[in-house]
């Protein structure tokens, strides 16, 4: 089970590296392909395996084709 759901859209959305600036680069065309990778950040709504809301930062990565990977709670906002 992960450890969030998100349950909103997710707003606020920057993206933070693209391409070789992106430190995990090879990892993610091994994973999932080739692609124009981006790692973005975003705010959105969660829940919690405990059940419990909140509105939280959440960074991932995204190429068009392949859609959005690996998201990560990085802190929780008002």
């Known amino acids: 089970m992960p450890?969030?759901?998100?349950?909103?859209?997710?707003t606020d959305i920057e993206a933070i590296?693209?391409?070789?600036?992106i430190r995990e680069i090879n990892r993610l065309r091994k994973m999932y392909g080739k692609g124009r990778?981006?790692?973005?950040?975003?705010?959105a709504l969660i829940?919690?395996?405990?059940?419990q809301v909140r509105r939280a930062e959440l960074h991932w990565y995204e190429a068009q084709g392949?859609?959005?990977?690996?998201?990560k709670r990085k802190?929780?906002?008002s």
């Open 3 to 10: 450890a969030f759901e998100i349950i909103s859209e997710i």
């Open 17 to 21: 590296a693209v391409g070789s600036s």
């Open 37 to 43: 990778w981006r790692k973005l950040k975003g705010i």
């Open 47 to 51: 829940q919690l395996r405990n059940g």
């Open 66 to 71: 392949i859609g959005r990977k690996e998201f």
């Open 75 to 77: 802190r929780y906002v």
